[in-house]
């Protein structure tokens, strides 16, 4: 793997069989993720000066996603030029980028309403360019997703602050959401009407896989000075 820090993976169960599974999973990267499959460089990190997504009290291990190597070159497909495109940044042009954020969250939700990938699409799982989303007016949280990623993209955002994340959160289950990069700070825009919010506010989602401009990654969180730390309290440190 040659990662030098041992981590939990946030797939489930925490402990030693956690770790091992995680560890082992890198290979495969958690139900068929990475594999030996053909993947463009634009999916593997170290590329485009791509910037490791550590959030959520996460570290990230670079992963070959060839599982999504369709799906992901529809979603960073670049639709700047596109009329529906234009139209729909034009409110934002004079914005701050915090700004421009916050009204492409409203500015989505309010124009793509929520359809299934099975009724759109007659697929179980597409990801769909951010002009099909407008060209047909619907799709699920991953379309909605990418369409937010798209229309920043075309506001200015570099490729390099805008990450497609794929987690868990406490209430919600499985979610998709566009994780932008603002100076120190990342701003999430879930599926949700409400407005972005930074990672400190959100501490119930866990992110799994995230899908870069120049990278892709899987999740884990640091274990070794957990366990460090409960040593010390079962093994009186002497002084």
């Known amino acids: 793997m040659g990662h030098p820090l041992l981590v939990r993976a946030v797939l489930g169960s925490a402990g030693l069989a956690a ?3 995680f560890l082992s999973g890198i290979a495969k990267a958690a139900d068929g ?3 030996n499959a053909r993947v463009p460089s634009s999916m593997t990190t170290g590329t485009m000066g791509a910037i490791a997504p550590n959030v959520f009290g996460t570290l990230t291990v670079p992963m070959r996603a060839a599982r999504y190597v369709d799906d992901w070159e529809r979603a960073r497909r670049d639709d700047s030029t596109d009329p ?3 139209e729909l940044i034009a409110p934002a042009m004079g914005m701050t980028p915090q700004q421009q954020i916050f009204y492409i969250q409203a500015a989505v939700y309010r124009r793509i309403h929520w359809m299934s990938d099975a009724t759109e699409y007659g697929q179980h799982d597409y990801w769909a360019s951010a002009a099909e989303t407008l060209e047909n007016g619907a799709g699920d949280m991953e379309d909605r997703a ?3 990623m798209q229309a920043l993209h075309t506001l200015g955002f570099s490729t390099r602050d805008l990450y497609l994340t794929m987690g868990r959160d406490a209430v919600g289950g499985p979610v998709t959401v566009l ?5 120190n700070e990342y701003y999430i825009l879930d599926d949700n009407p409400g407005a972005p919010y930074t990672t400190e506010h959100r501490p119930e989602f866990k ?3 995230t899908f ?3 990278g892709s990654w899987i999740h884990g969180y640091p274990v070794l000075a957990r ?3 409960a040593i010390s309290r079962v093994i009186p440190v002497r002084r």
């Open 19 to 21: 770790c091992i599974g």
């Open 33 to 35: 993720v990475v594999a």
């Open 84 to 86: 529906r495109m234009r």
């Open 146 to 148: 990418i369409l937010k």
């Open 179 to 183: 994780m932008v990069r603002l100076g």
């Open 207 to 209: 992110p799994q896989f």
């Open 212 to 214: 870069g401009f120049g």
């Open 227 to 229: 366990a460090q730390s």
